[in-house]
């Protein structure tokens, strides 16, 4: 089913056309999609596969899936670890109507055929296991959704989103929605780099950490989207590549290594809700207030909710706008 708002009602969340694809997932209603849409190839993991027409029983199994359907303006039917997905992506929660199906690791077949979906976007390799019994209950586009441990050859972590993002919209018959969100990202992109070149943090030294406890942190290399981006707003990365698992796209780093980058790096990070009250006591000890680039008050706290490393238009354009108002004031049109 398929609808548009005008706003998402999350400030400063993305550009205008971000946010009405977003809000759609909110309220549209079952039957909704419109009639139509001519036969077309899409590109999978699991073959070539041909669809005709436009869906409007359509299943997500991975939180980047849901976040491109939110994008596109495509409410689901049903998804894997549905309460869970707003709390990693900042779109509003699933109307009632919307099926819980299980995790994404073992999602409920019987309710998943129960629901006689028209198409099933699945996740490589988190649904390789089932994938059989998949397509046994209908259309399937199994695609290679963002992993931290492999990097998409010939591919920026940037591209590759907007890849991901112009497949599922191609599976979906959104394509016109997908090209909006891209060019809206892309011309964000551009607004964010030219706010902080012409700022006094133009060319800065970076890292971007997510804390899971007080010890350590981990310290995200430009293999990832989210680091990857800030780098596109004309920073520059120290964090280290992973010598232990090549590829990986951050490296653990213990709170006291973290003193040994230089005091004018400037440090970002954002926080879960679920564990901001176990990390918090960090940022207020001793520990954390000797390291120098904290000293030096390079240490930036982009505060809640967390921004989902593994996103989407709507989770970096959601990053884009809360770094360049943290670092220049600047708040993005």
Not at 286 to 297: L, S, Y
Request: hydrophobic share 45%; with cysteine; proline share 7%.
């Amino acid at each position: 089913m398929i609808g548009q708002t005008a706003a998402l009602g999350i400030a400063g969340l993305a550009t205008m056309p971000l946010a009405r694809h977003a809000m759609a997932a909110q309220n549209a209603t079952p039957g909704a999609s419109p009639a139509g849409g001519g036969t077309r190839t899409v590109t999978a993991v699991n073959g070539e596969i041909a669809l005709t027409g436009t869906p409007s029983r359509v299943i997500a199994m991975e939180y980047e899936l849901c976040e491109n359907l939110a994008i596109l303006g495509v409410t689901p039917i049903g998804v894997t670890e549905r309460d869970s997905v707003p709390q990693w992506i900042q779109i509003p929660p699933y109307p009632a109507a919307v099926a819980d199906l299980g995790t994404r690791d073992e999602p409920d077949i019987e309710a998943i055929a129960a629901l006689q979906p028209d198409l099933i976007l699945a996740a490589s390799p988190r649904q390789d296991a089932v994938l059989d019994k998949l397509e046994a209950i209908g259309p399937v586009v199994q695609l290679a959704t963002y992993s931290p441990r492999s990097t998409p050859q010939g591919q920026t972590p940037i591209e590759n989103f907007q890849q991901i993002l112009t497949d599922v919209a191609l599976a979906t018959n959104t394509e016109a929605a997908a090209r909006e969100a891209i060019t809206a990202f892309d011309a964000l992109l551009e607004q964010g780099n030219a706010a902080i070149a012409a700022s006094a943090f133009a060319g800065r030294s970076f890292l971007f950490g997510a804390f899971n406890d007080q010890t350590a942190s981990n310290l995200f290399n430009d293999h990832s989207r989210i680091a990857f981006t800030i780098s596109q707003l004309g920073l520059t990365n120290l964090a280290p590549e992973n010598t232990e698992t090549p590829g990986l796209h951050f490296t653990p780093t213990a709170v006291e290594q973290l003193g040994t980058f230089p005091e004018d790096t400037l440090f970002f990070t954002s926080q879960s809700p679920a564990n901001a009250s176990e990390i918090t006591p960090l940022f207020e000890s001793g520990i954390w207030k000797a390291i120098p680039f904290v000293a030096a008050g390079n240490f930036h706290n982009l505060g809640q909710p967390n921004i989902w490393t593994a996103g989407s238009a709507i989770t970096l354009s959601d990053l884009i706008r809360r770094l360049v108002k943290e670092v220049t004031g600047t708040d993005l049109a």
